[in-house]
């Protein structure tokens, strides 16, 4: 059976999730990659059972206990982070101090990155749809319509871990940033791949995007069916298993 790389690694982290539970269940005391796999498989499992993302976060800050882990985790496991996919899609869940009943000093909060410029999003599904910083802005629920060639590049400019939720039929203007680094991205639907400051790599993306039923505004007009969007998923899976080898 051919797995994807995110399936692979969903599995992984299944195995060292199952090892460090029987540990727990002998008694043992568990290190930082124990905890950190028990808290992360589930937190997708609980996205999978279609618990929302802070029940999801109630939930991992309760599972484990400073009686659970041996001295330093507490000090060391500050954060966890795991990508889950919830019933509205995928979003990075960001557990800050994992284990309950340990208090540390507080931080000064880091400052929220500055937005280059916003860009209007509107929903067009009959569910509210979460946004976070971590996702390719271009490649985003296929019922959000926005300018997808003026999102191809950037980010949404929030802090990581915060969520701006958009409620159907709901307009708002979200601030947006460029990706940083290497600026090569392997997007969350397989159209993007590649340099994206490559005009092809570009076109390509944004011309499966539509011929998927992705919602897009192009020249300031809306292009693509509501209707066609709720299956535009399905029609990605089926042409990726059309062009794979």
Known sequence: MALTPGESDRLLLHVQASLAQRRRDRGLLLNVPEATALLADAVCEWARDGYSLPEVLRRARQLLSVDDVLPGVCEALTVVRVEARFDDGTRLVVVKDPVSGYSRAPESASPAPEAEQHLEVVNEASTPIGLTSH????????????????????????????TVWIRPGERIDV?????????????NTGLVDGPLDDPETKRRALEGLRECGFLDIVDGQPLGDAGDADHSIATLMRRSHEDAP
């Open 175 to 187: 601030p947006v940033t460029s990706i940083r680094g290497a600026r090569v991205v392997v997007g």
């Open 135 to 162: 996702i390719h802005l271009a490649e985003v629920n296929p019922r959000l319509r926005l300018d997808r060639a003026a999102a191809f590049g950037r980010r949404l400019a929030i802090p990581t871990g915060e």
